[in-house]
């Protein structure tokens, strides 16, 4: 049974697991994770990402973008206590549950970025439709003084 908190919203609206894959070192279990965010969940920011794509790497290092969409790998360890016996299914669901709280975190701020940059366009769109605005009612003022 689905919460109520989640109703009406998919996972596959907003991300999509591209691999997940397991090591197993002694009694470590690492999940690697790779997700991509798609590009129309993005499209309104990836101009405003691509020109600033310096800040945007030093915010979000693990992202690359590709023709998918916001590319990024995750990474979940699970280690078994020294007075626990070690389960390769538990460590496996553990690392899993890892990767994907991670996973859960940067898209999270990568679409809160995303908020911005959209906020941010329609702030400079805004501005400038009501400087056009300023630039026609002027020229008309001009045209009727004539």
């Known amino acids: 049974m689905k919460e109520k908190q989640f109703i009406g919203m998919k ?21 690697l994770l790779e997700a991509v965010i798609p590009v129309d969940t993005v499209e309104k920011a990836l101009p405003m990402i691509t020109k ?6 030093r915010k979000f290092p693990k992202f690359t973008i590709s023709i998918e969409g916001l ?8 280690k078994c206590s020294a007075n626990d016996t070690y389960d390769e299914k538990l460590g496996k669901n553990i690392a899993d549950a890892k990767a994907k709280a991670k996973l ?4 999270r701020r990568v679409l809160w970025y995303h908020a911005n940059c959209v906020e941010n366009i329609e702030k400079e769109n ?9 630039c026609c009612s002027r020229e008309l003022n ?5």
Not at 52 to 57: G, Q
Not at 71 to 78: D, L, S, T
Not at 104 to 107: E, M, T
């Open 104 to 107: 859960f975190d940067l898209l």
């Open 11 to 31: 996972k596959k609206d907003y991300f999509k697991v591209i691999s997940k894959s397991f090591i197993k070192k002694d009694t470590i279990t690492i999940c």
């Open 52 to 57: 600033n794509l310096r800040a945007f790497k």
């Open 71 to 78: 590319v990024i790998e995750v990474k979940g360890v699970a």
């Open 126 to 134: 805004r501005k400038a439709a009501k400087f056009m605005e300023l």
């Open 142 to 146: 001009f045209i009727y003084r004539l």
